[in-house]
């Protein structure tokens, strides 16, 4: 046997927290949005990064499923450090950070960039799995996603299709026979879009979250709502980055879904 082929396959050594940082920096371009909290390294861990877990939000259940399995690193959509939130360390938030430091785990968290990516990002998936591909944009940052569907179906057949892909009841407001040929939407929390997308000229407008204001707006417009939950529309982003980041960088990187009913 030849001395090539009698030798073991070397162990991934994985790459630099530095490195890492840098290539999720270039791919989802942080220094392009207004954001409310910071995009980026959140917390300090080690210095390498073998293992990543990726998660919609950096909450407890998380953070302790990352030391369960021993990960490097924690990637997630919602961080910490939110604008106009308390900036001291105690309660809840103390115990978070608590967990990170202890572990030598990092934390990294990217918002409105794992929103808005023409690939792996939130608006792109919620749009994939209702068939539909964003034509143009609209609201603040250009974040609103608008499409056409190859075939017109009513609001309520829009809402189960919905419900079905994402494994969850869809909060339908307005006329459930409304014709939809022309659907705007943006994931999460984005109901403050819907005079917006209204304007844009969408037969239905489709997010997260849902505020009081919003039956009136869809009674008096005509513009069918549906709210399909805040953690169930943002956990595309964070999925398809951990398959990104096994296939660019040969992490041992996987998404764990802490479920959320909101």
Same mark, same amino acid.
Request: proline share 4%.
């Given at each position: 046997?030849?001395n090539?082929?009698?030798?073991?396959?070397?162990?991934?050594?994985?790459i630099?927290?530095?490195?890492?940082?840098?290539?999720?920096?270039?791919?989802?371009?942080?220094?392009?949005?207004?954001d409310?909290?910071p995009?980026g390294l959140?917390?300090?861990?080690?210095?390498?990064?073998?293992?990543?877990?990726?998660g919609?939000t950096?909450?407890?259940?998380?953070?302790?499923?990352?030391?369960?399995?021993?990960?490097d690193?924690?990637l997630?959509?919602?961080?910490?450090?939110?604008?106009?939130?308390?900036?001291?360390?105690?309660g809840?938030?103390?115990?978070?950070?608590?967990?990170?430091?202890?572990?030598?785990?990092?934390?990294l968290?990217?918002h409105?960039?794992?929103d808005?990516h023409?690939?792996?990002?939130?608006?792109?998936?919620?749009?994939?799995?209702?068939g539909?591909?964003?034509?143009?944009?609209?609201?603040?940052?250009?974040?609103?996603?608008?499409?056409?569907?190859?075939?017109?179906?009513?609001? *309520?057949? !829009? #809402?189960d299709? +919905?419900?079905?892909? /994402? %494994?969850? $009841?869809?909060?339908?407001?307005?006329?459930p026979?409304?014709?939809v040929?022309?659907?705007?939407?943006?994931?999460?929390?984005?109901?403050s879009?819907?005079?917006?997308a209204?304007?844009?000229g969408v037969?239905?407008?489709v997010?997260?979250?849902?505020?009081?204001?919003?039956?009136?707006?869809?009674r008096?417009?005509?513009?069918?709502?549906l709210?399909a939950?805040?953690?169930a529309?943002?956990?595309?982003?964070? *999925?398809? !980055? #951990?398959?990104w +980041?096994?296939?660019? /960088? %040969?992490? $041992?990187c996987?998404?764990?879904?802490i479920?959320?009913?909101?």
């Amino acid at each position: 046997m030849s001395n090539a082929m009698s030798q073991a396959p070397q162990a991934f050594e994985g790459i630099s927290l530095s490195a890492l940082v840098a290539q999720l920096d270039a791919l989802l371009e942080p220094a392009r949005f207004r954001d409310y909290a910071p995009n980026g390294l959140q917390v300090e861990g080690r210095a390498t990064v073998r293992k990543v877990v990726t998660g919609v939000t950096a909450c407890q259940a998380l953070l302790d499923r990352a030391v369960a399995e021993g990960a490097d690193a924690v990637l997630v959509h919602h961080g910490y450090f939110w604008r106009n939130e308390p900036s001291t360390l105690t309660g809840l938030k103390r115990r978070r950070i608590a967990t990170l430091i202890r572990h030598d785990i990092s934390l990294l968290a990217y918002h409105l960039p794992l929103d808005a990516h023409p690939e792996l990002g939130n608006n792109v998936g919620l749009g994939r799995v209702m068939g539909l591909t964003a034509s143009d944009h609209f609201g603040e940052q250009a974040l609103g996603f608008a499409g056409s569907l190859e075939a017109p179906i009513d609001a *309520a057949g !829009l #809402a189960d299709r +919905l419900g079905g892909a /994402l %494994g969850r $009841d869809v909060l339908l407001l307005g006329d459930p026979g409304r014709c939809v040929r022309r659907v705007g939407w943006c994931t999460g929390g984005a109901q403050s879009y819907f005079a917006d997308a209204i304007a844009a000229g969408v037969d239905v407008f489709v997010t997260g979250e849902v505020s009081e204001p919003c039956e009136h707006l869809a009674r008096e417009s005509g513009v069918a709502f549906l709210a399909a939950g805040h953690h169930a529309t943002e956990r595309f982003g964070v *999925a398809t !980055l #951990a398959d990104w +980041l096994r296939r660019q /960088l %040969g992490l $041992d990187c996987y998404f764990v879904d802490i479920p959320n009913p909101v």
